[in-house]
């Protein structure tokens, strides 16, 4: 996977958006106080889908602070490991996004019932986390990212 196949997938640079960015992450903690109520429910099925979905709607968060729509799931994890790699984004988040993403693969599509790891403390750090890059990230990393997109 590569930037330059995202590209050609249609993932696209797009006008940095604030309030989307802020929507997104709206519904990561939503989604995030969701997967709180059913972490005893018994279905792993539903538990790594939104286990997933909360890390997911907040990578997807950053995406549009930054300016850059994908539609492929693959392609978003390939812009979070770009702000790794960038320093921006601080922890590794590209895998656990990667794990989730294979969790809830397996379960949801291939219903393997794969016991799922569900750490309340953990995820909320990763939404927090991730809130705290929206509300610090600045314009010229912003650019930074945008002219590696172009470029790739």
């Not at 930037?3 to 802020?22: F, H, R, V, Y």
């Not at 991730?130 to 990393?141: A, F, G, N, S």
């Amino acid at each position: 996977m590569s930037l330059n196949w995202c590209k050609k997938q249609g993932m696209k640079l797009i006008e940095p958006n604030d309030n989307l960015a802020e929507e997104y992450f709206k519904n990561s903690e939503e989604t995030l106080r969701i997967t709180n109520l059913i972490k005893d429910s018994g279905s792993n099925m539903w538990l790594a889908t939104q286990k997933y979905y909360t890390e997911y709607l907040a990578a997807y968060s950053l995406l549009m602070k930054i300016g850059i729509k994908s539609e492929i799931h693959s392609c978003t994890i390939e812009v979070i490991e770009l702000l790794e790699k960038e320093k921006i984004i601080d922890f590794n988040f590209s895998r656990i996004l990667n794990e989730d993403k294979q969790l809830k693969i397996d379960n949801q599509y291939y219903l393997k019932n794969i016991p799922v790891k569900f750490d309340h403390k953990q995820l909320s750090e990763i939404v927090l986390k991730v809130k705290q890059i929206l509300d610090t990230i600045t314009d010229e990393q912003i650019k930074k990212i945008r002219d590696i997109v172009k470029k790739n």
